[in-house]
């Protein structure tokens, strides 16, 4: 008898965010058949190198027609041009798979869905062929904000997000690795990513010729964040900013809360913690990006009166970018296998 085991794939592989879903989809116990593939077109003697396993080089094989055949979920984890060539390979197939795309690139296709199990409580809608996994950014200030609602009425909210160079995938590590490195060495900056310095540097914009800016970085997690407050009325939609830290991983967000009467920092820390949320006292060490690595959820702290307005608040988080995109991936995963 044939193997009726579902067939999951992982396009993109090879990306920073890609080995990330390898990682966690290992750990992940679903019923399915993992395959991965890349979306670079290369010659076999120049295959992408996934990972060691038992000592043995794991190859990845590039996406080619019929490379999708028996697929049940596709994990879109490559570039933001690679899911146009997903998405023709998938309509290719007598049976389409259920694309999960957590680049964002899938976002304007009409079939497309928002998704972010992580902070979603109405039931779904009807399935949907194209899933598109919310900001990671937006995500975390979702959660953050649905579960500090718990404490009392919310009157407006500030946040100031800082984003690591992790979101340009392995691009952007290595030319920030490479500027930290030239400048310590005085030897001539790579711009191809940035198209501007950003090591050793805080900045509200990239350069003109950057390939992402950060100004479509801040839409998209201001029209994720919406679509995920949408269904609380409790929750104004914030104001916020996204700047670049000049740090390789890792979100942090100082976020100003004002409410209608603010309860005390402990009151809001009791309220705050919940099954993705660590809060942490002034007696712990403060949430670091650093100590986020790897970790699921957001982490919470720093919990300060504003001096200067008796109602409102100050709260410092932080949250591994990779793995909220990830793991809200394969909770939809799970939900189109069962």
Not at 277 to 294: K, L, M, Y
Request: with cysteine; glycine share 6%; aromatic share 6%.
């Amino acid at each position: 008898m044939a193997d009726q085991t579902p067939v999951i794939h992982i396009v993109g592989a090879e990306s920073l965010l890609g080995r990330e879903v390898v990682d966690v989809l290992g750990s992940a116990n679903l019923p399915a058949h993992v395959k991965v593939v890349s979306t670079v077109e290369q010659e076999e003697s120049r295959r992408k190198i996934l990972k060691e396993r038992e000592g043995e080089a794991v190859f990845l094989p590039a996406l080619r027609p019929g490379e999708l055949a028996g697929s049940r979920v596709v994990l879109l984890a490559g570039t933001a041009e690679s899911p146009a060539k997903v998405v023709e390979a998938a309509q290719a197939e007598a049976n389409p798979p259920v694309l999960v795309d957590l680049t964002g690139a899938l976002e304007d296709y009409p079939a497309a869905r928002l998704r972010a199990p992580m902070v979603e409580t109405a039931p779904q809608p009807p399935a949907a062929p194209i899933y598109v996994i919310a900001h990671p950014a937006a995500t975390a200030l979702a959660l953050f904000l649905k579960q500090l609602a718990t404490a009392g009425h919310i009157r407006r909210v500030v946040a100031l997000v800082f984003e690591p160079a992790s979101e340009r995938g392995k691009k952007g590590l290595d030319e920030l690795q490479q500027q930290t490195v030239g400048l310590l060495s005085f030897q001539k900056l790579q711009t191809r990513v940035f198209d501007t310095q950003v090591s050793f540097n805080m900045l509200p914009r990239y350069g003109a010729d950057a390939v992402t800016s950060l100004a479509d970085v801040e839409a998209a997690v201001e029209r994720h964040l919406a679509t995920l407050l949408a269904s609380d009325p409790r929750i104004p939609m914030p104001s916020l900013r996204v700047v670049h830290a000049p740090v390789f991983h890792g979100y942090s967000f100082s976020v100003w809360v004002e409410f209608e009467n603010r309860p005390a920092a402990a009151a809001l820390g009791g309220a705050l913690a919940a099954a993705r949320i660590e809060v942490r006292g002034d007696e712990e060490e403060p949430p670091s990006n650093v100590g986020a690595a790897g970790q699921s959820g957001i982490t919470v702290g720093g919990i300060a009166p504003d001096p200067n307005d008796p109602r409102a608040c100050w709260f410092w988080i932080v949250a591994d970018n990779l793995r909220i995109a990830t793991e809200n991936a394969v909770e939809v995963a799970r939900e189109i296998l069962a």
